[in-house]
């Protein structure tokens, strides 16, 4: 559904529906993003700023003037006045810190909506996707309802962007900007390695919108949904990094006496599910099986995040991959011990992999990789190995926990985390 015919006709026959009893809540722990925040302190924002950004809503939402979006993502109003405004809005400059204050704290619901729009306008695209991330704790539905169009037109634009889409003097300017890789800043940043191309240049965070699924309301159920869904079209990856613990409140949505919440939570199930999904039943018994369907597809319980990270679920597929690597290992029929020097004159000593057998794919080990350690421990041969994977493994049955191997590939090192849910 294109973001710009939500525009809801149903909202009033969704709001006479009876509210659902909360069975499951994903996120529990709430804060100044989560629905629905209270403002209470009274701001005085500049005059004349706010008078022109009022001046270009009122124009752009008076249905006078054709509007459309430009390669930045930001709503366009084709009339002078609004050109002229919107001229002088930048001239004065917008600050995001600033509107992020009046959007938490402002108790006068009209400034609030002046500066969630305002926030399309600023000119770091990070800034402007950490403000839209504040709509779904917006306390007022008319301000939500006419951010969410906006915000995914604007998301579109920018939230899909990648380092490789840079150019080579972009490129430099934001690894100039970076902290030093190993320095204390970095770790607190979770900066590991320098960017490379696949990488995205923006990150969101989805905790309040689908903190909204929660909410009674099925007006915001549905419209919960279908941002959720329209995100996860331009970037599958945030799925697979917040979606799954709100899966059992999408089944529980998928009974609801809402026609539209129930479309919705479909529409956004067949978003993340394989291409070869099949069609959304029409009965109900076995419509929440089809949801399984859909969620295991994103959600398998081996999951290769980027040949880097590996997630490992709690599952009959982990114990068997296990129970494979290990008999692979006992019998020698997957490598062998190395000892020798790399390119830059290092001795290396590990274990050597010959050969990936299929069901030892999905660990992101690959052939002639050379397996120096697993969590700091030494692997020089086939059954010091044998013995880290079984002590690790006994160590999974007891709880989540993350293990980190490391190997040297053509004279270079790398590593694979392996996070154990």
Known sequence: MKASTFAL???ALLAALPA???????????????PFRTPKD???????????????????????YAKSYDHTGREMVDDDVWRDAFRQVFTLGLDAGYLAQIIRLQAHAPDRMTAFYAGFYVTNPGNAIELIEHIAGEPDRNIRQAMFPRAVEYLRKNLGRRFGDLT??????????????????AKARGITRAPVDSDALHGMRLVPFLQLLDVDDPIDQAQAAWFLNEVFQIRMDLALAWLEPALPRLHQLLDSPSKQVREQVITLLTTIG????RRAPTDARDLHAWANEAARGLFAPIRNINDAIVQIHPSPERDALVAAALEALENSSIGDPFVGQGADGQWIRGFRVATVPDELKPLAIPAEAIITTIN???????KVLIDTV????????????????????????HAVEFRVM
């Open 9 to 11: 006709p149903w909202l």
């Open 20 to 34: 659902q009893q909360l069975a499951d809540v994903a996120y529990p722990e709430r804060d100044i993003l989560s």
């Open 42 to 64: 009274v701001y005085a924002p500049p005059d004349e700023l706010f008078r022109l950004l009022r001046l270009m809503q009122s124009r752009a939402d008076s249905g006078k």
């Open 168 to 185: 080579s003097d972009q490129k430099i300017e934001l690894q100039k900007s970076m902290p030093v890789i190993g320095s204390p800043e």
């Open 274 to 277: 394989p291409k070869d999904l």
């Open 376 to 382: 700091g421990t030494a692997t020089p041969n086939a």
């Open 390 to 413: 079984r002590t690790q493994y006994e160590k999974m049955k007891r709880g989540p926990r993350r293990f980190l191997v490391e190997y040297v590939l053509k004279g270079k090192t």
